[in-house]
């Protein structure tokens, strides 16, 4: 982490926000917002677009830690929650929520840098993991548009496989299109005829 990573703590109690501060501060190059109350937290993460939440909870009901990782955005950002007590169901609704680091026994100022460095790696690791998976899911969806489109064309001029290919390609070609998208269109084309 060598450039500033904005932070936002969410916090209730002053004093031991100002020493999660100071812990960071110290710790490397962080900007830290504080955050003392968790009403619209969603909608405050959002207007401060932060690298990072760090959400220090004493106590929290399951209810209470669910909505807090969602409201942080565990998707856009890496979320860190430091709990004083805990049980699996618990760590488990956290984890699903997307989570990045769920620490049990609270936040101790000293261990504040190395878990920020493995949740930001884990965060990271999962969101190219994520867009990966969506990629292929999205490739492979377009692939049997395309054979669907194939196979149309195959029926309607009595052609083989390569050639159906070669046709959408070449029309794809000539409209300056994707390939899955002549074929999305013959296939949208032929649900409205059939």
């Known amino acids: 982490m060598n450039s500033e990573i904005s932070v936002v ?13 100071e812990s960071l501060e110290a710790a490397g190059n962080f900007d830290v917002r504080v ?3 968790v009403n619209d937290l969603a909608e405050k993460i959002r207007d401060l677009m932060p690298d990072v939440v760090l959400i220090d ?12 990782a969602l409201a942080s955005g565990p998707k856009e950002r890496t979320v860190a929650m430091f709990v004083d007590r805990s049980d ?16 049990v026994d609270g936040m101790q100022p000293e261990r504040l840098k190395p878990i920020l460095d493995a949740a ?9 993991m994520r867009t990966e998976l969506e990629t292929t899911k999205r490739a492979l969806e377009e692939r049997k548009v395309i054979d669907r489109a194939k196979g149309l064309i195959m029926k309607a001029r009595g052609v083989g ?16 299109k994707r390939v899955a998208d002549v074929a999305q269109a013959l296939v949208t084309a032929a649900g409205l005829l059939g």
């Open 35 to 37: 955050l003392s109350g």
């Open 161 to 176: 496989e390569d050639e159906a290919y070669a046709l959408l390609r070449k029309t794809a070609m000539d409209q300056g």
């Open 57 to 68: 909870i004493s106590n929290p009901s399951r209810d209470t830690l669910e909505e807090m």
């Open 9 to 21: 703590l969410v916090e209730t109690e002053p004093n031991r926000a100002a020493l999660i501060v």
């Open 120 to 128: 930001v790696t884990r965060f990271t690791m999962f969101s190219r």
């Open 88 to 103: 699996e169901g618990m760590t488990r609704a956290a984890i699903e929520a997307g989570v990045s680091a769920y620490v």
